[in-house]
């Protein structure tokens, strides 16, 4: 059974930042590739960050330059620094275990606020 549990988030003053955290189980994390996502009220969630099995990076237009991934395969934990934030980065944040459309692996979601 796969499990992911994403810890970090919170309430944070516009500029600041928070670093996101997921821990994941039940699958061989390495081989895979990961994603943050976040959904905003009243909005479609939307890809963030992914970082793929070698660790190729990619990222949102609106996050490039302030948000990094990471993955620590040794730890089956992926991460995103986000700095400089903004209080359009508000929403909740979601892990994925990136399989394709409709095939993903989420986790529960832990809530960035962003105060201006």
């Known amino acids: 059974q796969v499990q992911l549990v994403e810890s970090g988030g919170g309430l944070v003053q516009a500029g600041g930042s928070l670093r996101l955290s997921c821990a994941a189980s039940?699958?061989?994390?390495?081989?895979?590739?990961m994603g943050w996502y976040r959904q905003a009220p009243g909005k479609q969630r939307e890809l963030v960050a992914g970082?793929?099995?070698?660790?190729?990076?990619n990222y949102a237009d609106s996050v490039k330059g302030r948000f990094t991934i990471s993955r620590d395969n040794a730890k089956n934990t992926v991460y995103l620094q986000m700095n400089s934030l903004k209080p359009d980065d508000t929403a909740v944040y979601y892990c994925?275990?990136?399989?394709?459309?409709?095939?993903?692996?989420w986790g529960q979601g832990t809530q960035v606020t962003v105060s201006s």
């Open positions: 039940g699958i061989i994390f390495s081989i895979n590739p």
């Open positions: 994925a275990v990136v399989r394709g459309t409709g095939r993903n692996y």
């Open positions: 970082i793929s099995s070698g660790g190729t990076t």
